[in-house]
């Protein structure tokens, strides 16, 4: 799975990381999201998920 999240549409809401705290995280500065570089992509598939359906700014989103 690889993951894509649109930066220029991402408003730092932090949902995502709620719902994967060890595949999400949020810059300090701008509160914008991004994935760990080492996060447990395949073992996460279902929270990626719900990340993915959390975002208001629909930025995350996901390929096989």
Known sequence: MSI????DACVG???CVLAAPDV???TDDEGISYVLPDAPVTERTSQIAD???RC??????TTV
């Open 51 to 53: 990340a993915v359906d």
């Open 56 to 61: 208001p700014a629909r930025a995350i989103s």
């Open 13 to 15: 809401a932090g949902q």
């Open 24 to 26: 999400f995280d949020q």
């Open 4 to 7: 894509e999240i649109d930066r």
